[in-house]
């Protein structure tokens, strides 16, 4: 495993600060490239090359955020993230070479919360990092200053306090990212959102690009709530459907 860790070194003050990212990562340019991105937005950083090393270092050294590659040798990241998760919760930033919706969703169902497809630019790749870390805070907050009361949908229900979901009583385990997505979408019912719109809400991201996150999200939403449940408008977004009053 190659380790390089630094401080914030002379960097103005960023929401970045003092924020450890694992980058997991076998090219070395490219590893090396993302690391000097991310210390210069002020995030402490350490690097692994391969599924192992990536497993250990993150029990050993608790990041706050994963950016890690899907093709890794020893095991591939997907598997590196099932096993993460399994140690305790964190965000995951999923990097891919392949523009497989598949790989995506087996992506997102293994705990990722977002995913970028080789080739990406470095200032998109660090500002999904800071939206995600935003998301962390806020959901911190929203534990401490929790929503009052469950919202109910049919059979469908949200539990704002303990950022749970049941579908006909039983619990369904949706991702911090999935969660967010439900929640927009039910504080609108049968309202259209377009996928620029869930993007701005939900990941704080203004650049249309993103557009295939939202997509895919959706449809590892759908798999685990209904699909019946969000109802596609061509060319527009997409909308929560409830029973008629």
Excluded at 174 to 193: G, H, I, K, S, Y
Aim: with cysteine; aromatic share 4%; hydrophobic share 45%.
């Amino acid at each position: 495993m190659e380790q390089t860790h630094t401080s914030h070194n002379g960097v103005a003050a960023t929401p970045g600060a003092q924020r450890r990212v694992l980058v997991v990562e076998d090219d070395a340019t490219i590893v090396d490239a993302i690391a000097a991105r991310l210390r210069a937005e002020g995030f402490v950083v350490q690097t692994a090359l391969d599924g192992p090393a990536a497993v250990d270092a993150a029990e050993a050294w608790q990041p706050d955020l994963m950016v890690l590659d899907v093709m890794l040798p020893g095991f591939d990241g997907l598997e590196v993230c099932r096993r993460v998760q399994a140690q305790r919760p964190v965000p995951v930033l999923m990097l891919t070479a392949r523009d497989d919706e598949t790989d995506m969703l087996v992506g997102l169902g293994v705990g990722a919360d977002d995913y970028m497809t080789k080739p990406f630019s470095m200032r998109e790749l660090a500002a999904r990092v800071h939206v995600l870390l935003r998301r962390v805070e806020r959901a911190a907050l929203a534990a401490v200053t929790p929503r009052s009361g469950i919202l109910r949908l049919g059979e469908l229900e949200i539990d704002h306090a303990q950022r749970r979901v049941r579908v006909r009583g039983d619990d369904v385990h949706l991702t911090p990212t999935e969660f967010d997505l439900l929640v927009c979408l039910a504080n609108t019912p049968r309202a259209v959102l377009s996928r620029e719109q869930l993007l701005a809400e939900v990941w704080d991201w203004a650049d249309a690009s993103g557009t295939r996150t939202v997509d895919s999200h959706i449809k590892a939403l759908r798999r685990k709530i209904g699909a019946e449940r969000i109802r596609t408008v061509h060319g527009v977004g997409y909308a929560l459907e409830t029973p008629a009053p």
